[in-house]
């Protein structure tokens, strides 16, 4: 305990506030004493938090439900006031260490009659929480509090109201994990949904530890990766566990949730002999000491304010909380030490999706510099993907192309840049996202000026090696760029969003652009996207630098990148190679065949790699799943019409209009319901899977009555609102699935997952595309397969942070 400082108040509520006891995730942690004299532990939520109205909302939910625990062996809910100027949560103060301080610092492994009771109490507890329909997810030993006449389980319930705030204002804090890697379930690392049983193995891994004063699978000398790959992989090391012990232990830590047992039958096999004392006679009285201590404790003098800001922003430097107590146990950086974790606010109610690791530094800074990471990211993909439609090469007299649509020149961009996407994110995850943003938009842009030259000097084969360096680049600056976003958690929704209504866009603006320009001779048009990529590097300044990678010795899985880079462009090499209607090249039917075989060949590398590309938990996660799955559903269906609409606009209004009539008011749609609606949205509660459903019939209906208008040749303005429903229901659909898919990733893995949807995206495009120039006629399958979607969105997605909606 500290004294209390001038800035800290002196009363919350009923309670007197006499010391400090630590901070937590979310604020401070004081100990109080009621007027009656009842000692409470009151947690004070930062002011930031506070002024979030969604963190209110959730606070309130995560109070309300952790007031219904009310077993013997937890801390009770005593009081609390989430409408307050500054909300706040009082309850019970145990005067006892965690089991940590216990087993790790002062006595060492309690005896076999100790941890026998130890479960008891410990299932007694769990019984109470699930029976409140609640899941702990964090059962570790600082989270446990030993007293007198037995353990009490604290912490749960709270830190989910830190979950998807606006605007990347609570952006996950060095050091703090959702779970704590020593004490995960196989299903946590993995990224499964959480059921009741996932706290029975962690409440395992906590009898191993009180037994032994061990980890269960050892210390993390080998890194972060390794050591969770052991808990979901490996059998636990089970060495001087007490022989009577060790049924009911292999029981709680069976790799299948269904094959261990529930709390109740755990208190059952550990019945019997809960009255008798549980601990070493040295324990106890220390215990007692403590005790005796608390009751002479009389409140010191305040100290001073320190100089600098407020409480809330030094609450990470604040000193730790004593061994009277862990409501604040204080994040730790990895499994080493017992109890590294989460704060004391540690989530219960839904399941986590997966495992949150520490970023050593946030995706970008907060506030104007935010701003302007966020302006460079969108500006540097807006020059990948209109470049991919801008640096086709257009002759110099009406626009005439040189090179027929067959020859390779035409489709090198699309080839490079579908096969470089996953391998480009993984690069993003080794060497660092800024890194290889910068270095994508400085390659495309220099390439680009390749292209430039090789057009004016009239050289195919440095055109094409230009093009094709163009779309490599590109497709790395493409997963640095929506990486970033991931990692910073979206900016709130708003980067998702942004990012949303680029990648719309982006190649609409290209084609859209190329017919603009069409008088432009071969060079200045091609200059158009690298003087777009040289713009986007005058904001590098504004990214953070990189964290050094964390690799934990392992190898870069080369075949599993090689097997990806060639299934991708060999896949779109097939697809682009559709020349015209009602016919298919015979190489592209060799393409296509062969890139299917070898992404299944990835696919299958990735499950037995020892570092792959893509980690299976991301897509063992349902919910990531239906995101993957809905994500290509809509390449399918909406973006592989857009390039066809531009044609259809250009017919309907006889070319008369060099924007394509109604097209340039559906991008603005787009960006609208992308970049303003959509995170609005978000941030008022509402779940991504409700934003995708509302937005993919909204552009089915859109384009469904743009081609009836386009049949029966209505005007400018029927066509126009047609369309710019369309685009605002492609917005809310993209912002939404980018959300649901890329949100709570683990950080060095949100390149490659990243690049695997952006592969699928425009993989899934450029087969709709194909199908439409094939079947040469109204694409109402388009919109079928967009109802499709919506049904798949709203039964799979997940809530971010939780589980599915």
Not at 240 to 269: G, M, Q, Y
Not at 460 to 465: G, H, N, W, Y
Request: glycine share 14%; hydrophobic share 45%; with cysteine.
């Amino acid at each position: 305990m500290k004294p209390l400082t001038a800035e800290d108040p002196t009363r919350i509520g009923p309670y007197r506030l006499i010391a400090r006891l630590g901070a937590g995730g979310m604020g401070l942690v004081y100990l109080g004493r009621s007027d009656v004299g009842r000692t409470v532990a009151v947690k004070v939520v930062q002011r930031e938090y506070a002024a979030q109205a969604e963190f209110r909302k959730r606070f309130a939910r995560e109070v309300a439900a952790a007031r219904r625990v009310g077993g013997r062996w937890t801390a009770d809910v005593l009081g609390a006031d989430t409408g307050a100027e500054v909300p706040w949560v009082a309850t019970q103060y145990v005067p006892g260490p965690d089991l940590t301080t216990v087993v790790g610092a002062d006595y060492g492994p309690l005896p076999e009659h100790s941890v026998r009771v130890l479960a008891n109490r410990l299932a007694l507890a769990l019984e109470a929480v699930h029976g409140a329909e609640l899941i702990h997810r964090d059962l570790k030993p600082s989270n446990v509090l030993v007293t007198v006449d037995g353990p009490r389980v604290i912490d749960f319930g709270i830190a989910r109201a830190m979950d998807n705030l606006p605007d990347g204002s609570l952006l996950t804090r060095p050091g703090m994990l959702i779970g704590s890697p020593g004490f995960m379930s196989p299903e946590q690392v993995r990224g499964l949904e959480l059921t009741p049983a996932s706290d029975v193995f962690c409440l395992g891994a906590v009898l191993v530890y009180a037994a032994t004063g061990r980890l269960l699978f050892g210390a993390a000398d080998t890194g972060l990766n390794a050591h969770l790959f052991r808990i979901a992989e490996e059998e636990p090391d089970l060495t001087d566990v007490p022989e009577a012990l060790l049924p009911l232990v292999r029981a709680c830590l069976a790799k299948e949730p269904a094959a261990r047992p529930t709390p109740e039958e755990i208190a059952a096999r550990t019945s019997g002999d809960e009255d008798a004392v549980w601990l070493p006679g040295e324990v106890l009285a220390e215990l007692g000491r403590r005790s005796a201590r608390l009751l002479d404790y009389v409140p010191e003098a305040r100290e001073p304010a320190p100089a600098g800001p407020g409480p809330e922003a030094r609450e990470a430097a604040s000193a730790g909380p004593g061994p009277e107590t862990r409501e604040a146990a204080s994040a730790g950086p990895g499994p080493e030490a017992p109890g590294a974790g989460a704060s004391s606010a540690s989530a219960v109610t839904e399941p986590v999706a997966s495992p949150a690791y520490p970023p050593t530094t946030p995706a970008y800074p907060p506030g104007a510099s935010r701003m302007r990471g966020l302006a460079m990211i969108v500006v540097a993909q807006l020059a990948v993907l209109a470049g991919a439609e801008l640096g086709n090469p257009a002759g110099p007299d009406g626009g005439a192309a040189p090179y027929p649509t067959s020859a390779p020149v035409s489709y090198a961009f699309a080839v490079a840049f579908a096969a470089m996407l996953v391998p480009g994110g993984h690069i993003a995850d080794r060497v660092g996202r800024r890194r290889s943003l910068i270095t994508g938009v400085t390659g495309f842009a220099a390439s680009g000026v390749l292209c430039g030259l090789a057009l004016l000097a009239g050289a195919p084969p440095l055109l094409l090696a230009g093009r094709a360096l163009q779309g490599g680049f590109g497709a790395l600056a493409t997963a640095g760029a929506l990486a970033t976003v991931a990692a910073s958690r979206g900016g709130g929704g708003r980067g998702f969003g942004a990012y949303a209504a680029v990648s719309a866009c982006g190649p609409m603006l290209g084609l859209l652009g190329s017919d603009a320009l069409w008088f432009m001779a071969r060079g200045p048009l091609t200059a158009v996207a690298p003087a777009l990529a040289l713009l986007a590097l005058t904001g590098a300044r504004t990214l953070p630098p990189d964290s050094p990678a964390r690799t934990d010795g392992v190898a870069a899985d080369l075949p599993g990148a090689l097997l990806g880079f060639l299934g991708a462009g060999a896949a779109m090499y097939g697809l682009v190679g559709v020349p015209s209607a009602g016919r298919v090249d015979g190489d592209a039917v060799v393409g296509l065949g062969v890139g299917i075989a070898l992404l299944i060949a990835f696919a299958a590398r990735q499950r037995a790699a020892a570092a792959p590309l893509l980690p299976p938990y991301v897509l063992r996660d349902r919910g990531r799943r239906g995101g993957f799955l809905t994500m290509g559903l809509v390449g399918f269906s909406i973006l592989s019409l857009l390039p066809p609409l531009t044609g259809i606009m250009g017919e309907a209004f006889d070319d008369s209009a060099p924007w394509k009539g109604p097209m340039l008011p559906m991008l603005v749609a787009v960006a609208v319901g992308g970049g303003w609606i959509a995170p609005r949205l978000l941030r008022d509660g509402m779940t991504p899977a409700r934003t995708a459903v509302t937005g993919l019939p909204a552009t089915a209906v859109g384009v469904a009555l743009g081609i009836v208008a386009i049949e029966t040749g209505s005007g400018y303005a029927a066509m126009s609102a047609c369309l710019i429903v369309a685009g605002i229901g492609i917005g809310l659909t993209l912002t939404a699935l980018f959300t649901a898919t890329l949100t709570d990733l683990t950080p060095r893995h949100s390149g490659a997952t990243a690049g695997a949807l952006m592969t699928t995206l425009f993989l899934t495009a450029a087969l709709g595309t194909a199908l439409y120039t094939l079947l040469d006629g109204p694409p109402w399958w388009a919109a079928l397969c967009m109802l499709l979607a919506a049904v798949t969105a709203g039964r799979m997605l997940r809530t971010p942070g939780g589980g599915r909606v």
